[in-house]
């Protein structure tokens, strides 16, 4: 199939309108602008403009301010880890971050992950993760996995 045999549709040949060109074509005089006034005319800009009323973002106070350095993090526990070992099929001696996100697991966009104590582990997990709370350590260690963390 080449891209001039392919047949036309009813919307492909719609033409568009010709404003402004006589009364006949329904768009004649005014062009369908209506009446005199700043809209009516070419240059319009009044966005935000409400007739020299003080506009409604000046009025409202500056608040707050956003942290160019804060740092991303999705919270993950035992329980959420215990269901993706199961619904995914993972295997529990080499969970890796950079696994869950390539696989579309989990999102890259909503940050590193961090693992909280919540819940308990079924099996012994070895994790390679960005962040882990102290106690998640010592409940992986106290089951015989490991915990590398790969930023502090």
Do not use: C, D, W
């Not at 074509?25 to 006034?37: E, F, H, I, P, Q």
């Not at 994790?127 to 502090?152: M, P």
């Amino acid at each position: 199939m080449k891209i001039n045999e392919l047949k036309s549709t009813s919307t492909s040949s719609k033409q568009r309108k010709r404003r402004g060109r006589g009364s006949g074509s329904g768009l004649g005089k005014t062009a369908g602008r209506g009446v005199k006034g700043q809209k009516s005319r070419s240059g319009v800009s009044i966005n935000g403009f409400e007739g020299g009323q003080m506009p409604i973002y000046r009025r409202l106070p500056k608040r707050g301010f956003k942290n160019p350095f804060k740092i991303k993090t999705q919270n993950i526990n035992f329980v959420t880890v215990n269901n993706l070992i199961k619904k995914y099929s993972l295997n529990p001696n080499e969970i890796n971050e950079e696994e869950l996100f390539n696989k579309k697991i989990l999102k890259r966009s909503k940050g590193h992950l961090k693992l909280l104590n919540v819940g308990e582990p079924e099996k012994s997990i070895n994790f390679e993760i960005s962040y882990a709370s102290k106690k998640a350590i010592e409940v992986v260690e106290k089951i015989g996995g490991k915990i590398k963390l790969t930023k502090k």
